[in-house]
């Protein structure tokens, strides 16, 4: 297991470039399973999920090939409808493939889904939505695995009771190649769900977008060869925006994405942050005196974004006065909170007065653990320190590795694993902009 070291407190200057968004990479390789013919997606992050979803489609009979930031995938001359166990468990949106397998072949298994383990993260949506258009789908905790089935499956008016990122893709590609319209209504309005909808056209299937939270797919015979180049990753460009503000900084960010990032920029504008255009895909982050306590609330979009929180909860620390911090997309993710406080951080957890909880928040609320809040609150600014970190999912790893960089002395983060799945060389690219740390293995360390 590789660990990173981290001295600090450095001041983190120069510019980045952002890389294609992992949220759009992972569902465009699944696209590939939905024809034959040759698919080329550029500007793919080098990833350790991407190289994980690579690998569950070289289990199911594609051939992959992965230069630079291209990737070229193939048929090969079989094909198989099983994800392995040991493949398909370490990454969430291996479920993804239900939907293509079933409308291709009729038959899919694949293992309970794995990644960051934020809450419950059920795929009863998914789940659903396959089964009514026409799948026949049971798990079997015996062996692990999704075992479903499908004669043909068919159009189907879908309404989602909750909002969802994942479980709108997962129907979206398993409408394509389905008989007849699908309807999709509650569907996430995320703008990496519209970049996938642009490859999916662009590959020859019938989508459109009808009213608010409304999609409609009208079920094609088959798709061909596209060349499609993915959007940059707005959860990195919010890193460094934070990275250099919280380090008292100057970061030029180049492949920005600034018109999806309205509600941060609006708390950057609150908190007294720099931030200024320097032409349409390139913005400058930077500190220009003492930052402001802000207010939160994560939300769907176009709202502030459940990733975004962490980051901004790191920043808050900074911040004069005392700031809250409101998760309402799911029910476990201040997993970093406790590493911050070893850190010097002072934060508390409270869980605000909501009427009707089952309503309000995104997941499922009889999920929720007992021992869970949902807000916090950050008094600062603080002084972090060094510290022994344990990582539990990706943006928290991004948020702690900030901190170890802007806390004074030596740290040490363990669970790294966790940042590669969703930022490519992302020590490489800090140590680039004046940061100071090493991944080592875990016997090299002292």
Known sequence: MEKFIVYGPTKLQGSVTIAGAKNVALKAIVASLLTDEDLVIRNVP??????????????????????????TIRKNSSHSCTVPLEVGARLRTSSMVLGP????????????????????????????????????????????????????LHGAEITFEKNTHTGTETLLLAAILAKGKTILHNAAEEVEIDDLIALLQQMGARISRKGKREIVIEGVSSLHTASFEIMPDRNEEVTFAVAAIASTGDITVHNSRRQYLGTFLDCLRKCGAGY??????????????????????????????TDWQAPWALLMTQANGESVVHETVFENRFTYVEELKKMGARISYFDPDIKEPEKFYNFNWNDRP?????AIR????????????????????ATLLLASIIGSGKSYLYGIEQIDRGYEHIEKRLTGLGAHIERVTEDAIS
């Open 370 to 374: 007992v021992d869970t809040h949902q």
């Open 276 to 305: 200024e255009e320097v032409d349409g895909e390139t913005t400058r982050y930077f500190y220009k005196g003492s930052v402001r306590a802000v207010d939160v609330q994560t939300t769907i979009y176009p709202g502030f974004m």
């Open 101 to 152: 397998l079933l409308s291709r072949y009729g038959k899919a298994i694949i293992p309970n889904p794995g990644g960051c383990r934020i809450g419950a993260r059920p795929i009863d949506r998914h789940i659903d939505g396959l089964k009514s258009m026409g799948a026949v789908i049971s798990y079997a905790s015996g062996d692990g695995y999704f075992h479903a089935e499908a004669q043909d």
């Open 46 to 71: 080098q990833i350790r999920d991407v190289h994980l979803m690579l690998e569950v489609l070289g289990h199911l009979g594609k051939h992959t090939l992965f230069s630079g930031s291209t990737v």
């Open 378 to 397: 950050i008094t600062g600014p603080t002084n972090l320190h060094n510290a022994v970190l344990s990582i539990n999912d990706l943006r928290a790893g």
